[in-house]
């Protein structure tokens, strides 16, 4: 996966379209994310004990890698991901339109 936890990706389709934000959790073996601030959902929790009242959470819920793009943190641009093997064998990923290594 080309996209990795702390990274800051845009939303290019869905009812979040256009909207930015950090990628808080991956789920590598379903090939989903969970971005901080989008695709939010409600959880309604029950009381755990008597005479407290139950909750309503909203939560971050995962949406599919192929929904969102990088955003270059040299150009700040929607990118797509190149890799390069530099010189002491390391492969690193690169900005495809600034050619800046991220």
């Known amino acids: 996966m080309k996209i990795k936890k702390g990274d800051k990706?845009?939303?290019l389709s869905g009812k979040d379209k256009k909207k930015s934000g950090k990628v808080i959790q991956i789920l590598s073996e379903r090939n989903k994310?969970?971005?901080?601030?989008?695709?939010?959902?409600?959880?309604?929790?029950?009381?755990?004990?008597?005479?407290?009242k139950g909750q309503r959470i909203q939560f971050p819920a995962p949406l599919s890698v192929e929904k969102v793009a990088l955003i270059c943190p040299k150009c700040g641009k929607a990118?797509?991901?190149?890799?390069?093997?530099?010189?002491n064998k390391k492969k690193v990923r690169s900005c495809k339109k600034?050619?800046?290594i991220i």
């Open 9 to 11: 990706v845009k939303v």
């Open 33 to 52: 994310i969970s971005v901080e601030g989008i695709n939010l959902r409600f959880k309604n929790m029950r009381p755990k004990k008597q005479g407290e």
């Open 79 to 87: 990118v797509k991901i190149a890799y390069k093997v530099l010189d």
């Open 98 to 100: 600034c050619l800046e």
